[in-house]
């Protein structure tokens, strides 16, 4: 078992006697199993979440916005443990579409676009707080303040915005660059640098209390959370299921000990297989089951795929769609997945031309100039950024109200979220969301009832269905996976199935 230490404010890093296949992550399961290197890979589904079954009222507690006196404990310094893992396969990441923005006349908003300063663009985080409702609960000291945010994604780059002793809290490597010193932890792509920012970026010096009159400053949605960054992919984007799962089950358990609420998992699978025989969504569920808030992208196919993405199609987690500001309101953006009419975004929330943190080197900040910004941001759109948006409003939603179960914070976000006139629950699910008013909102602590993923869990050994075809001897037969991605983020053009750098 592997055990680590940290510097106060900089990343964890396992112990140097620690063997080698547990550092790397993956070397254990692919001993253990056999598996060769990473192959291609698929991985998709239907139905929407009952909003009448979870609306059920509060009727002795009732919500305060006041910033809570007995928050949840504060960040745990020691990380006692690395999990072993457990799933195996291949992945890869595609890189196709692009981003062109034209902006489409059909749709007038019900909600205007909040906006600050005019120097600033639609897409900046300051102005994104003001779109979500996020100032109002700034301004009354909730911030995010004592709830961690796991993301899984391709690392945290040592940016400005992203220092500080209770930011990064934990790091976490099993992607195939933890064996090298030089990029173990790092974030050679850009990616989950990008996400992190927009969660919970705080640049050094500003106050959420103040913000609204330092345009100049950067902030993310919950720039008082901390982050715990689950490497599972190097610089070319490319992944494998042994990661991703194993990154979840780290989640899981270490959830408790590192206090993590949320788990933000900005990937597409590309599944074809029913959400009840996927692996990743049954592992998924049991994040859920661990009472974490589990936020997936819808998908960036577009508003014609008639189908969300894999993992956003389990109607047990949250899949966010993606809107983009404009000067007269908001419009759903024409790469934002559409359901089927059964399974629907569980609502929106802005994604499109998004400033956040830049990993200066990453392949991204080298192959995609055009998304540069700044010394300190980049530009982004997808559904990868309207998850991220979301699950910094998770962590608001956990600070204000820290009893809450991740079935309310859903439940809340839903039954909230503002319609977009003209728009269909294909599109916008339930609508754009408001974190104040989610806040504010008495949900009841209703379990969800939908249909479960089907795992074998009598041997203790990795679901059949999905990844791979597990004989008795343990060896592998039968891997079918293909196109997978991390979905919504177009570098300015390109894009990793949906997240658009431009």
Do not use: C
Request: proline share 6%.
């Amino acid at each position: 078992m592997d055990t680590a230490s940290i510097t106060p404010g900089r990343e964890w890093e396992l112990h140097p006697a620690a063997p080698a296949a547990f550092r790397a992550g993956r070397e254990w399961v692919r001993e253990r199993f056999g598996v060769g290197g990473p192959t291609s890979a698929a991985w998709t589904r239907t139905g929407t979440l009952d909003r009448a079954d979870q609306r059920s009222p509060l009727s002795a507690h009732p919500v305060s916005l006041a910033a809570p006196a007995d928050k949840r404990p504060h960040r745990v310094r020691e990380l006692l443990a690395v999990a072993a893992l457990t799933i195996v396969g291949g992945v890869t990441m595609a890189v196709d579409g692009v981003d062109d923005f034209t902006p489409s006349p059909a749709v007038a908003p019900a909600v205007q676009a909040l906006v600050g300063p005019d120097s600033l663009p639609l897409g900046s985080m300051y102005h994104v707080v003001d779109q979500i409702g996020a100032r109002q609960l700034w301004n009354q000291g909730i911030t995010g303040d004592g709830v961690n945010v796991a993301v899984i994604d391709t690392g945290i780059a040592e940016v400005e915005s992203l220092q500080g002793t209770d930011k990064v809290v934990a790091v976490v490597d099993l992607s195939p660059e933890a064996n090298d010193p030089a990029t173990r932890f790092a974030d050679s792509n850009g990616h989950g640098t990008f996400m992190a920012g927009i969660i919970a970026g705080n640049e050094p010096g500003a106050d959420p209390a103040t913000a609204a009159d330092n345009p100049h400053q950067y902030l993310g949605v919950a720039p008082d959370a901390g982050i715990v960054s689950v490497k599972v992919s190097g610089r070319d984007g490319s992944t494998d299921p042994v990661d991703v799962i194993a990154g979840v089950n780290w989640v899981i358990d270490n959830a408790d000990d590192l206090d993590i609420g949320v788990l933000n998992l900005s990937f597409s699978s590309g599944s074809t297989l029913p959400y009840q025989q996927d692996a990743l969504t049954a592992t998924l569920e049991r994040a859920w089951d661990a009472g974490l808030v589990v936020v997936t992208p819808a998908g960036n196919a577009g508003n014609d795929a008639g189908q969300l993405d894999s993992p956003a199609v389990d109607p047990l987690l949250i899949a966010v769609g993606g809107v983009r500001a404009l000067d007269d309101g908001l419009e759903i953006a024409e790469w934002s997945n559409s359901g089927d009419g059964v399974r629907n975004p569980d609502f929106v929330a802005p994604g499109a031309h998004i400033l956040s943190l830049r990993a200066p080197g990453s392949d991204a900040d080298v192959n995609h100039p055009e998304g540069f910004v700044d010394d300190e941001t980049f530009k982004g759109s997808g559904t990868s950024e309207s998850a991220a948006v979301v699950s910094g409003v998770a962590a608001l939603l956990l600070d204000a109200n820290p009893g809450w179960t991740n079935d309310q914070v859903k439940a809340a976000l839903i039954e909230t979220a503002a319609p977009l006139d003209g728009v269909g629950s294909e599109l916008a699910g339930a609508g754009m969301i408001r974190a104040d008013l989610a806040a504010q909102s008495d949900v009841a602590a209703t379990p969800q009832t939908w249909e479960r993923a089907i795992v074998d869990t009598s041997t203790n050994v990795a679901p059949t269905q999905g990844f791979v075809n597990l004989r008795t001897d343990g060896s592998l037969t039968g891997t079918h996976w293909s196109g997978t991605h991390w979905s919504g983020t177009h570098w300015s053009g390109t894009h990793w199935s949906g997240t658009h750098w431009s």
